[in-house]
């Protein structure tokens, strides 16, 4: 594989920009790529950019079991390295990374203003199960910061330790910062310094067997470029 | 658990009426203690749909039913069917498909609390008056159709209600047990303290087993009395063909000896009878004489011509069936049968004695 | 056997199973010992078992009785609680389980009141893994129980009336022993949801090893970290709930001989 | 109605229902116009509602003769396929997912056939998501026929037989209406089921608005952006379903008075 | 649609046995078309498994049924019920539940690919000929027993079969739409071309509508021939208590006309019978006389006393039960019963005429 011709940001559409581009992308991603989408597409009239959001695990799944995607976006390398390791993709580029926060509910009822607060007794927490990347992140900062916390529960995604505290059955979690700014004022951010802070990079590809490997390269090429990157930091999310 | 149930030894007294769908039945019948009532009547006149409402499985629409001073059903009161000393045998028997012969019978006992072991030692019993041990381990789809209605039989005796009600629960008994159990069943009605209705259409078997009779057509009552009663002067050609008698409507005007018949002819009866107007002539089967020649000379002042339709060999008698006005069943010996040479087109006069001739007024 | 039922009939069964043989074909034989090993699977075993036959009994204690008012009772609104019922079955079950947040919660409508005055919370708890598996799956139960009362026989429970036995009686002698393959079939359905159960788990009880951690969370953990450790956990989920259905049904069926 | 049963049945009621006045209490009903305002919402109810029918029609035509065979038929292995056929109601949905791209993938081991023979693919179509669900949803109707053919009279097909009526005939005209009741329960629980399958199809079709987004994964997507217009979108399936539900069953119900 | 099932008018012949759990059956019978065959029996005698078995519902274990050369069950072949020429008419009815009780009627031809309306027009035929067109429209759960019964009835006659099988066709009839539903399944047993099998307990419409009579008992037969012969000289007690004759066994031994009986007592017999050894003895209840003393000089030959144990009246005679040796069916009238001052436990005589005792000898 390996990227053919580079595409030009904005500007007139190349010769090889048209057709379909089917991108699976994380869940987490959706409301800054479908920005990108469209911007993609009223970039290079004739192209339609098709995506299929999900769990970025069921989406390596559906890759690996020859589903024809052309590009994809995961949440996490280890999904990533699930795809290339399975010879569907050759050259991966980490597009974003996502640094945590702490997350209590907008009353915060435990009084957390820090991450040592999360260590007492009576503060519940939520975290994400180690094996999943913001539990993995969340294991990191801990380790960077000398903590021991203790959580109720190790939730299996980011958004189930998210709705615990929005629903105030927790009284902090670990989640990343694009989802408090997603949740509003529902919950309240408090930010983790940025010396024990730890991330989890997203990495993106154009795949080996791209049904439309031109476009979708375009396409890839286009997260990566600044343009792609504004719209990806308004969601929140840092350079890698 | 015995003995609790049945200690209202009372009458039982059903007055009202009921629906079910466009059918409408009303009754008034009074059963006293220990006296067997037998409910006749053509299909669909409405016996099950009485017994129904006696059990509390349909409520009456007016009126009311007790048992002694205990109110079944009235405008205010419905006692539930479990909390009616009543034993219902349906005519469906409904046996209890997942239970066994012996648990079929010992369900009651088990339903008023009493343990596994004694339910079943007493209905153990019960299988044993009715015969049915050999079965006792058999599940309902084992059974022939007669064992199946003696169990369903034994289940209802088992509860031992104070009320017992019977619908046709010997109709799919052979002659032999049905002899046995009409025997046993008499045997234990006779000894049973509270109001018993036993439906059947075996007139033979409402004679044995019934004190008094109550004849219902089309949800109404059309007679009540004893067997004998009946059995002589029936109200109605329904009854008359159930119990064997020849019945004719029609009029007797004062100061005349003859009934003039609906179906045309007229009778000479016996000494002038004290009503006059709409009345029944009843005649027995037995007291017509066939001849093939009018009878000239002969005693008998009722002389008619007819025709034979039918002949039926009957056990140990013909039964005829002839046409004239009026028709007439007649019962002859084979001998008499042979000897006059009768077959079906046969023309025959017949001749009763007005002696034999039952006259009574037609109720309203 | 009529091939008009035959060759649907087998159709069915090769649909069903084309997928599970698939699984058995990718599964990696080699590891699963490694798989059993661990000691957390184990324990999500027990737990899952555990939890889907409590949620199975509560089911029965409490949705038996539904079904019968359901299939039996006569007033106004009967029709819209007979389809309200069945709502836990199309509730996606993330949604339910924030739904059951909402209502049985540390701050839920209810949950306020039972922590308050019980001290009781069920999220985060092993409890609350069997409200939320009983949630989902009792509306099986419920709906398959509510058809066999609807068409059962009434003929049997008027003789035994006649008979003095009390409509409770008549219930648990008469009505039930009736519907029982029904009944069978309802629990199968229920405890096996109930055992596959994810979403409604994973919102309102979390994910804790031996308190909250089933089988279908750990199968979903593995899938996030290798996806054929996950494919193996589930077969042993699979082996696991065979056995118990082929041995605990059938002894059922057999024990009162078809009527 | 005996309190034995009528109190349980309330506390099932108050269980099962307590978590959907919560929703309908947290419910943004200001956001309501809008959620539903969006167009994508309207195209994942049409097909949700259209996949979850055709779902339950080729689990009729298909289960229901399983469901027959499964009741009477007598061979070896009966029992262990009675057992297996259980066995997508236990399976984690998502792996229920990954089995069926095992098997009817464009790679997979019956997929790759149906790709080169006929030219279908199946995953990523709406055909897809159909598949996801029947796979999920048929077992609920398989099991809870089966249930009901076993429990049914067989006095009555005697009848039709002596009758002249051949065997598929005697299951169509007497068997069929004599378990309408279940065969009713059943076809619900497959339908709702279906309309709340999520975690197969997801995997299994993915998520493409219009050709695969049903509205379990519009909800999963939305609880990803803003949990209440999840809430939202939820609320409308439980809507739209409970208005099928109440005016569907109750008409079939009511077409031939129960036996 | 119709004649085509009933094309085979042969002759039926069953050989074999069959079993259902423990129960046994032994049959070899043989109905010839045109002919109706009633089979009788006691309870669980397996006249429902016979005509299971021929039905198709029931394999055979061993043996063979044929109808005319078409082998409905053999080793080899096991022809299904659907696609055997037969009607059967089920002891428990088994109405479908589902359907009206036109549609119910209209089944069979349904079932053999007649549309909807031309079926239920002929299906019309059949319930007006029955007198059940006003119940054309109910279930089966809104009829009475009797009505019931009656549909069941139509219904397997609107089938049109090759051969009729009727399990206790009429036994939920009253007593007189038993009497119109005979006659109209005697006139159409008449137009049947196929032969007809018909279980019954009633001795009666067993006579009245057989030709032939079958009894089994305990599985096998016990009696084989007209309803005359049968009724004549029953050849067990079943029998005899069936037709109402009184029936003992003896030996006969030769050069005395005398018969030993073994439950006592010596019966002098008519002329010197032909065959000597084991014999059965009949003897009609009428022809029994009652004396309160020992008739010195009359001239019956047989005279033995006996106790009265019971009497009960039916519907023109009086039955009493003498025990005695041998013990006696009596019947009387009800003069000669009130004549004699007869109640239990009254010490009488008996007498018979040799010339009404009937002797023949026992089957093996
Ligand atoms: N559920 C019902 N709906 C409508 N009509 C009914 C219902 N049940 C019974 N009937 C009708 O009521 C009438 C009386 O029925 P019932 O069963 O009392 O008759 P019966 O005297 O017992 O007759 P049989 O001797 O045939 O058993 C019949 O005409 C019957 O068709
Ligand atoms: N499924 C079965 N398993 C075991 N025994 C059975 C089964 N079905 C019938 N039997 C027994 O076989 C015998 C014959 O039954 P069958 O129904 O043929 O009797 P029947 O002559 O029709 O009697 P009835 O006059 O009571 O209807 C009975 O003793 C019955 O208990
Ligand atoms: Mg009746
Ligand atoms: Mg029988």
Redesign the interface.
């Known amino acids: 594989g390996g990227s053919s011709a580079p595409t030009p940001m904005g500007g007139s559409s190349s010769a090889t920009s048209k057709g379909t581009v089917n991108v ?1 992308a994380a ?2 991603l ?2 800054a790529f479908a920005t990108l989408g469209k911007q993609f597409e009223a970039a290079h009239p004739g192209t339609r950019i ?6 970025s ?2 989406l ?3 890759i690996t ?4 995607a052309d590009v994809f976006a995961s949440a ?1 390398t ?2 990533m390295d ?1 795809v290339v390791t399975a010879g569907d993709s050759a050259q991966p580029t980490p597009f974003v990374k996502n640094v945590m926060e702490i997350a209590v509910p907008s009353a915060n009822p435990a009084g957390v203003t820090s991450l040592n607060d999360l260590t007492r007794k009576n503060v519940k927490v ?1 975290l994400c ?1 180690p ?2 990347p913001c539990g993995a992140a969340a294991a990191a900062l801990f380790q960077n910061a000398g903590l021991a916390v203790q ?6 995604d980011v ?2 330790v ?3 505290v ?4 927790v009284d902090a979690g670990v989640v990343y910062v694009t989802d408090v700014r ?3 004022d ?1 919950v309240k951010g408090i930010e983790i310094p940025t010396d024990v802070n730890a991330s989890t990079t997203y990495p993106i590809a154009t795949l080996t067997k791209a049904p439309n490997k031109a476009t979708a390269q375009a396409f890839t090429d286009y997260v990566l470029s600044v343009d792609g990157g504004k719209v990806l930091t308004a969601a929140g999310f840092q350079k890698p | 658990m015995t003995g609790t149930r049945n200690a209202s030894s009372t009458a039982l007294s059903v007055i009202g009426s009921l629906d079910r769908g466009t059918f409408h039945l009303e009754v008034d019948v009074r059963v006293e203690p220990g006296e067997v009532l037998g409910v006749l009547g053509p299909n669909g006149a409405g016996k099950t749909s009485l017994l129904r409402a006696i059990a509390g499985l349909t409520a009456l629409t007016t009126g009311s039913i007790r048992l002694g001073d205990l109110v079944l059903d009235d405008a205010d009161t419905f006692l539930p069917p479990e909390r009616r000393p009543v034993g219902l045998v349906f005519q469906d028997y409904r046996l209890f498909p997942h239970l066994t012969v012996l648990d079929n019978v010992a369900f009651a006992a088990r339903s008023h609390g009493l343990r596994r072991h004694p339910s079943r030692t007493q209905a153990r019993t019960w299988l044993d008056r009715l015969d049915l041990s050999a079965l006792a381990g058999r599940r309902p789809d084992q059974l022939s159709g007669g064992q199946a209605q003696r169990v369903a039989l034994a289940r209802a005796l088992a509860a031992d209600p104070g009320l017992l009600l019977l619908d046709e629960p010997l109709s799919a008994l052979d002659a032999r047990t049905r002899l046995d159990v009409r025997t046993e069943l008499r045997h234990h009605l006779g000894q049973f303290a509270g109001p018993v209705l036993i439906v059947t259409h075996d007139p033979l078997e409402a004679m044995v087993l019934a004190d008094r009779l109550l004849v219902l057509e089309e949800g109404h009552p059309v007679q009540h009395g004893s067997p004998a009663e009946v059995a002589r002067r029936p109200a109605t050609q329904y009854v008359a063909k159930l119990v064997g008698l020849n019945l004719y409507t029609g009029t007797l005007e004062p100061g005349r000896s003859g009934v003039t018949l609906d179906a045309g002819g007229t009778f000479t009866v016996p000494a002038q009878p004290a009503q006059t107007g709409r009345v029944l002539v009843a005649v027995r089967p037995s007291t017509v004489a066939v001849h093939t020649e009018r009878p000239e000379h002969a005693s008998p002042r009722n002389v008619w011509p007819g025709t034979v339709s039918s002949l039926e060999l009957l056990a140990d008698r013909v039964r005829a069936q002839i046409d004239g006005r009026p028709a007439a069943l007649v019962d002859l010996t084979p001998a008499a049968v042979a000897d006059l040479e009768l077959r079906p087109g046969s023309e025959v006069w017949l001749s009763v004695k007005a002696t034999e001739v039952d006259v009574y007024p037609d109720a309203p | 056997m009529p091939w008009v039922l035959g060759v649907p009939a087998t159709l069915a069964v090769l649909f069903l199973l084309a997928p599970l043989l698939g699984l058995l074909v990718r599964a990696p034989w080699r590891d699963l010992g490694n798989v059993l090993a661990e000691s957390q699977v184990l324990q999500a075993l027990r737990l899952s078992l555990v939890c889907a036959s409590a949620a199975t009994v509560i089911s029965l204690v409490l949705g038996v009785p539904l079904a019968w008012v359901l299939a039996r009772a006569r007033f106004r609104g009967l029709r819209l609680l007979r389809a309200l019922v069945t709502l836990p079955l199309v509730l996606p079950p993330v949604v339910g389980g ?1 739904a059951l ?2 209502a049985f ?4 409508i209810v949950g306020q009141h039972l922590d308050a005055w019980f001290g009781i919370t069920l ?2 708890t092993t409890q609350g893994v069997i409200v939320a598996e009983t949630f989902v799956a009792m509306p099986f139960l419920i709906v398959t129980v509510e058809g066999a009362f609807r068409a059962a026989d009434r003929g049997y429970e008027e003789a035994a009336a006649t008979l003095g036995a009390s409509r409770m009686t008549v219930f648990r002698r008469v009505t039930l022993p009736l519907i029982r393959s029904s009944l069978m079939a309802g629990s199968v359905l229920c405890w096996a949801r109930a055992l596959g159960e994810f979403g409604a788990t ?2 309102f ?5 031996g308190r ?1 951690q089933t089988m279908p ?1 750990a199968v ?2 593995a ?3 290798d ?1 054929e450790a996950a494919i193996a956990l589930s077969l042993v989920l699979l082996a696991v709930s065979v056995a118990v259905l082929v041995g605990l049904r059938d002894r059922w069926l057999r024990a009162g001989s078809a009527p």
């Open positions: 699976f869940a987490s959706q409301e098709v995506f299929n959001f999900g769990p695990s069921g390596a799944q559906q079991q020859g589903s024809p996490s280890k999904n699930q939520a199960q094996q999943v959580p109720v529960t190790q939730e299996v958004k189930s998210l709705s615990k929005t629903l105030g059955e997603a949740a509003g529902k | 924030v947040l909402i919660g540390r701050r839920g999220p985060f994973i919102t009880a979390g994910n804790f090893p909250t969370i979903y953990l899938l996030e970290q996806p």
